[in-house]
């Protein structure tokens, strides 16, 4: 007697590993603190489950007329493959890696990275708007509330020169942080113009509110002699 179990089981076993397709996480590019941030799961017919480096977080019902369990954040169930993941207020602790997994333990993850925007101002130890060719100039660059979990680069454009920043900075930033610095110029004409603070976070330019704006302007009565 042929025994046709062992191909009905196998059959079967294809049929499930099919529909439960393993799930694709999508995390925001750069989210900010204390504002909003949303993951999007896709794959699996059963089950979604987040975690983050804390634990679990969330499960998500993907079944018509399932529920979703959750912590402090908000879970739904967008479509019959796909649930979302609503973090209403992030905050540091939400930084780093999220997985999410379907009922067959299939799991991806994204990572998820928080940026504080800081405000800046930039002074002078002289007046700026009539500066000469070969003098020198001090700047002092106050910036409140500077913070990013990934890498991040801190430069200084004063007309189209860039000054590089990092040598300013703490090794590592942990919350929210504020620093101040003086830098010298030895001012040439392609100083002249704009000084602005230029912040990279995780390799994209955020823009960065300033409480003053200071331009290096070139002295009119700036001359040239001649024999």
């Known amino acids: ?5 062992p191909y009905g089981f196998a059959v079967l076993i294809l049929l499930v590993e099919s529909l439960c397709v393993s799930p694709g996480l999508i995390c925001p590019e750069i989210s900010y603190l204390a504002g909003p941030a949303q993951l999007i799961c896709t794959g699996g017919t059963l089950v979604h489950t987040y975690y983050n480096t804390g634990g679990k977080v969330a499960t998500c019902g993907l079944t018509l007329n399932s529920s979703c369990d959750s912590t ?3 879970a739904y169930r967008l479509s019959s493959n796909q649930t979302a993941l609503n973090i209403t207020s992030v905050r540091i602790s939400d930084a780093g890696t999220w997985v999410c997994k379907n009922a067959r333990n299939s799991n991806t ?3 998820l990275t928080i940026a504080n925007i800081p405000t800046y101002s930039i002074t002078s130890d002289r007046a700026t708007d009539a500066v000469d060719v070969y003098g020198r100039v001090s700047l002092t660059v106050d910036i409140r509330g500077f913070y990013c979990s ?3 680069n801190l430069t200084l454009q004063v007309g189209s020169v860039t000054l590089p920043l990092n040598m300013y900075l703490p090794e590592t930033v942990t919350e929210p942080t504020n620093i101040n610095f003086t830098i010298s110029i030895n001012v040439t004409e ?3 113009g704009d000084a602005e603070l230029i912040f ?3 390799g994209q330019q ?3 509110s300033h409480r003053s704006v200071t331009q290096l302007q070139q ?4 001359t040239v002699s001649a024999e």
């Open 206 to 208: 955020l823009n960065v």
């Open 1 to 5: 007697m042929t025994n046709t179990k």
């Open 72 to 74: 402090d954040m908000s």
């Open 109 to 111: 993850s994204c990572h």
């Open 219 to 222: 002295s009119t009565s700036t």
């Open 200 to 202: 990279l976070c995780n």
């Open 150 to 152: 990934a890498a991040h």
């Open 190 to 192: 392609s100083h002249f």
